[in-house]
């Protein structure tokens, strides 16, 4: 359990970049699982570039995501984004 909770938090940092690879700050991001219609939140994340990283990070986090989750957050232009496994980006 121990090394799989090293290894989540180990891409999670690989995987959300940081500052020299994208966005300066961190946005919190949703993830959720089920349908644009029918969905649950499975959690949240800080992450850099949430347009790049998000939908890997919420998938490789939450293991109810069964590789199938989506993520949302709020753009610089405070407009509300989501993105699924397919990249697909869509509004809710």
């Known amino acids: 359990m121990l090394l799989a909770i090293?290894?989540?938090?180990?891409?999670?940092?690989?995987l959300s970049g940081g500052p020299l690879f994208g966005q300066s700050?961190?946005?919190n991001v949703g993830c959720y699982a089920g349908t644009e219609n029918?969905?649950?939140q499975v959690g949240n994340l800080d992450v850099?570039?949430?347009?790049a990283k998000a939908v890997g990070l919420c998938n490789a986090?939450?293991?109810d995501c069964?590789?199938?989750c989506w993520a949302c957050w709020t753009d610089s232009e405070g407009n509300s984004v989501c993105k699924d496994v397919s990249g697909r980006?869509?509004?809710r």
């Open 89 to 91: 980006e869509f509004s």
């Open 66 to 68: 069964y590789a199938r």
């Open 25 to 27: 700050y961190q946005v």
């Open 6 to 14: 090293c290894i989540a938090v180990t891409l999670g940092i690989t």
């Open 61 to 63: 986090i939450y293991n």
């Open 48 to 51: 850099f570039n949430p347009s």
């Open 38 to 40: 029918q969905y649950v």
